[in-house]
Every structure is written in structure tokens, then in C-alpha cells.
């Protein structure tokens, strides 16, 4: 029986697909497996018997990823499966900034009890007019899932799509629309959109990219979007950029003191993904997710080990072995087995960054012994018998 705590509440459609095998438990020490939204674990004890973490979502900065990978716990999240809910947001995002559609709907609620709010409404419009975004250039930097769907629904609305990263994945190529125009430098982005849109993850080397010297390289009255994450901003440099005149319109879905209610900002309260929709399928994923690797040992989706398949153990024993990325570990790990007259008949070794996670299929169940000896080789977090 596995046990899975909710850190948060967790969307029904995903959890009723947890079979009999499993149990929700209230007590986070007893948890095979956590699924959390935003409740953050930095300062959480990880529980010692603890071996996967799935984040209904995509971010996960309220998960210490290195903490988890030196214990052997595994992080997923669910990347894609919001990825509609805020594309549409940014779609918003752009249409409210290019027509001041906020300003005359506030007008027309104050104009409530005027007998003639439909003739003075003709004289007012034109205050609130504001552009098409047909025609208009879009920079789209980070093709991701929602970057991919962003870029291909701007250009289905007649702009002209640019986007950027130089990460882009073999499967983001393939579903990118061909009428998005791939540019190899930031700055080109930067010197000829009239719309910005950021969506790539918070990284020491993201932190706060939007600044004022970024911003110096932008089109006069540029309307930018940040719908991935406040720091991604520095929102101090943002503010003098639209008191300058420099930016037009700063689209944000997430509030804080610094935009809350300025001029030229508009701060929605961090409404991207939460949908129905998104919440309902950021729960599903993510059980897949953690079933498929506590009884398998699969690894889909992981922020902090490398992906790894092979498919359902269906030989006596399957061993999965957490360790550092270092030379000379795998003929250990062999040696272990053979010594004990025990054949490996399948195995993988994937790696990512300084951590690897290798999965061995035996043809005689994984004995106590092999397991500590195994355990006691330098450089291994964690032995895990999978089956």
C-alpha cells in the first residue's frame, strides 16, 4: 500500500484515479509520495521514507529540488497540462492592453446613474479606443508549452510572431506554427516588437532579465506581458519605463505592492492556470506521474532527475539506484549483483547535470544483502527495490 499526502487540495478527477494500492494520508512523515500546488516545503523535514514529489503545475519553486535529489526523493510537475488556460489569459493580456477596455468598463459603472450614458458614451469612447493587434509584431521568449501555444494563437489573430530560446526542444519545433519567425538573439525581440510576452522559468540566470538596460533596447511604447514569473521583472525598472513613456502597458498576473495600482499596470491576481480546466488536468498528470514511478520506477516530467523508461518490470526484481554522475559506479553496481550469482537482464543509466538514476531488471528477487551492499557504494543517495 502506497500512502499520498496532499499538501494542498488536489482536483477529484485526478485522485480518483489512484487504485486500490493506494491511500490518502494526513500525516506527511508516513508518505510514499506528496502532491502539492503552492505550499511551500523549503522549510519542511523530508520525511525519511519519502520518494516522490509531484507538482500539480509547473513551477516549483516552493520545492528544494537539490535537498530531494540528495535523499533520492524524485520531483515532477506537469508541464503543458495549464498550458491553454494561460495562453488564453495572455491573449486577454494583450487585447485589454492594446484597447483600454478596463478604463470605459470603470466608466461606464461610474456613469451608472446618468439618464443619457448612451450619448455620452459617444463622446467618451474615443478615450478608450486604444489598437488592433493585427499586424502587430509579438516576441515571444521561451518556446515552451505555453510559449508554443501562445506564438501559434498570434498568429492565427494575424500578428507577426517572433519568438525566442535557445533551449527549444525537438517537440516544441514540431508544434510550432512555420509563420513564427525563430531569432537567435534576445535584443532582435528586444528592438522590434511592439508586444513581449515571457515565458521561461526562474532561473539565476532569468532573475529579473527584464531591467533597464533590456528595456533601452525596446520599441518606444512596447507593451509587455509577464505571465511566467514576477521576477523574472525588475519591476522598479518597469515603472520608469512606463513613467517614461519608454513602455506602454505592463500586463502581470502577479500583484505585489510594487504594481498593485500603479499607472500603465495591469495586475491580474494570478489567475493563468487557474481554471477548471487546468487545475483538472495538472491533477491528473500528476498522479500518473507518481504512479507510474513508484510502481514502475518510470521517471516522466522530473525537475531534479533525468527521464527514464522501461516500462513494466517483468522479470523477478527491478532495483532503481539514485547516485552522483561520477565514473566507475555502474561496474560496482553490476559487480554487486554478479557476486551474489544473481543476471542482470535489462538495465539504464540516464544522467542529468551531477546526479544519475540507473534502473537494473534481475532474474532472481534482490536480496538484502545486495541491497546494503549496494547502499554503501560512494557516491549512491538511495536504493530503492521497486519490485
Known amino acids: 500500500m502506497y500512502k499520498i499526502n496532499c499538501l494542498n487540495p488536489i482536483a477529484d478527477v485526478g485522485l480518483k484515479n489512484f487504485s486500490e494500492k493506494y491511500q490518502i494520508t494526513a500525516d506527511v512523515q508516513e508518505a510514499d509520495g506528496i502532491l502539492v500546488r503552492s505550499a511551500s516545503m523549503h522549510d519542511m523535514e523530508i520525511p525519511a521514507g519519502l520518494l516522490a514529489v509531484a507538482r500539480a503545475g509547473a513551477g516549483v519553486n516552493n520545492i528544494p529540488l537539490d535537498k530531494c535529489a540528495e535523499k533520492g526523493v524524485v520531483v515532477f510537475n506537469t508541464p503543458g497540462a495549464n498550458a491553454n488556460g494561460v495562453k488564453e489569459l495572455v491573449l486577454a493580456g494583450m487585447l485589454l492592453a492594446a484597447r483600454d477596455v478596463i478604463g470605459g468598463i470603470d466608466w461606464v459603472k461610474a456613469s451608472a446613474d446618468n439618464a443619457d450614458i448612451a450619448k455620452a458614451a459617444e463622446k467618451e469612447k474615443k478615450n478608450f479606443a486604444g489598437t488592433e493587434i ?193 565514473p566507475n559506479l555502474i561496474t560496482q553496481f553490476t559487480a554487486a549483483f554478479g557476486v551474489k550469482g544473481i543476471n542482470i537482464s535489462d538495465m539504464t543509466n540516464k544522467s542529468r547535470g551531477e546526479v544519475a538514476y540507473t534502473m537494473i531488471d534481475v532474474e532472481s528477487a534482490p536480496t538484502a544483502e545486495i541491497i546494503e551492499a549496494l547502499e554503501k557504494i560512494e557516491g549512491v543517495f538511495r536504493v530503492r527495490v521497486v519490485k
Open 134 to 326: 493585427m499586424g502587430k509584431k509579438l516576441g515571444v521568449i521561451g518556446l515552451g508549452a505555453i510559449g508554443v501555444k501562445v506564438a501559434n494563437a498570434a498568429v492565427s489573430l494575424g500578428m507577426e510572431v517572433y519568438g525566442y530560446d535557445p533551449y527549444l526542444s525537438v517537440n516544441a519545433a514540431w508544434n510550432l506554427s512555420r509563420s513564427v519567425k525563430h531569432v537567435l538573439n534576445v535584443d532582435d525581440i528586444y528592438a522590434d516588437c511592439d508586444y513581449i510576452t515571457i515565458h521561461v522559468p526562474l532561473l539565476d540566470s532569468t532573475k529579473g532579465m527584464i531591467n533597464a538596460v533590456s528595456i533601452a533596447k525596446m520599441k518606444e511604447g512596447v507593451v509587455l506581458l509577464n505571465f511566467a514569473r514576477d521576477l523574472l521583472a525588475n519591476e522598479k525598472d518597469v515603472l520608469e519605463g512606463l513613467q517614461s513613456g519608454k513602455i506602454a502597458r505592463y500586463v502581470s498576473d502577479f500583484p505585489n505592492p510594487t504594481t498593485a495600482g500603479q499607472k500603465g499596470c495591469i495586475v491580474i491576481p494570478h489567475l493563468g492556470a487557474s481554471t477548471e480546466e487546468s487545475e483538472d488536468n495538472c491533477a491528473v498528470m500528476a498522479v500518473e506521474e507518481i504512479m507510474d514511478y513508484l510502481e514502475n520506477g518510470n521517471i516522466r516530467n522530473s525537475v531534479n532527475y533525468p527521464a527514464c523508461d522501461m516500462g513494466i518490470c517483468a522479470k523477478a526484481g527491478r532495483v532503481a539506484i539514485f547516485h552522483k554522475n561520477i
